[in-house]
């Protein structure tokens, strides 16, 4: 599978360009949810130009004692979640709907505590079979690009960031 | 006062610095806990040079109406963090070092739930007085970098990441 390097300066950028999208749908959050650990950056990044105080989940597949699991799992739930959401404009954030499996979950945990309503941001969304819709009440979902099922490689995961940015680079003037 | 513009290639690195001090040192984290927002990003890129899992702590000087305040807040706490801290040796991270509040109160909150030990790793630190003083049970305390008092302007409050990173070179050809 072709690999796909993505730069942090190209994630600031989308996230830039995923504000304004929010900001010309008049969707105003109360609130910033995270999903960890791959929500974590672009939601600090959006932080910049929402300025909306951010709250994290943390959803894993494998449990505490690091067993694998199938199926999601929460690692981390917000403290007092159903004052915190109830009534509240929700802005999920991910760094990608893959299988959409982490994002359904989520979002149906979420919707426990009464929000007013979710809206979601993801960086990427890869253009594939999903193992959930997105519920009909989800009004607004922010996509900063769209892509193939690529493998994407974030910067984060980067061992190497010089050679992370290089690789992108090429991949650009291919 | 001067401003100090850093990308997130360099913090990148710092982190990876930072990551083989931390393993020279013998210090093997179960957990890695980020103070939010600052320390999202930093504990997210240490994650993947230390292969633990993150839960997060909210700290700011608002509380959740948004009323200022002189002292920290908890705006997010670890569901659960009896549990999740007992007997555990943590590495705790921020961005930065500054008056230390936030890092000192944060400090004696977690350590009311018992864990083993705590380590500090922050990217960067404020030679400054301080308002508090680094408890003695703490061993370790790991610092990307020492600076004077100045200024320092992270890549996740740019609002143009292409302005921040040429002041940032600009500073480094003077």
Request: net charge negative.
């Amino acid at each position: 599978m072709e690999k796909l390097y993505i730069t942090y300066n190209q994630i600031h950028e989308t996230v830039k360009s995923l504000s304004q999208e929010i900001i010309s749908a008049d969707f105003k959050p109360d609130l910033i949810i995270a999903i960890g650990t791959g929500g974590f950056i672009p939601a600090r990044m959006i932080k910049t130009y929402l300025n909306r105080s951010i709250q994290t989940v943390g959803i894993a597949y494998y449990d505490l004692n690091n067993i694998p699991s199938e199926k999601p799992v929460i690692t981390q739930w917000l403290d007092g979640a159903d004052e915190k959401l109830k009534g509240k404009k929700i802005l999920l954030v991910d760094e990608v709907d893959d299988s959409r499996a982490t994002i359904g979950f989520c979002l149906e945990e979420l919707q426990k505590h009464d929000p007013e309503e979710i809206a979601v941001m993801v960086i990427h969304n890869k253009k594939k079979k999903k193992a959930r819709e997105i519920p009909p009440q989800i009004r607004h979902y922010f996509i900063g690009e769209n892509f193939d099922d690529q493998w994407i490689c974030y910067p984060w995961d980067a061992e190497n960031i010089a050679e992370h940015d290089s690789l992108s680079l090429q991949a650009g003037l291919e």
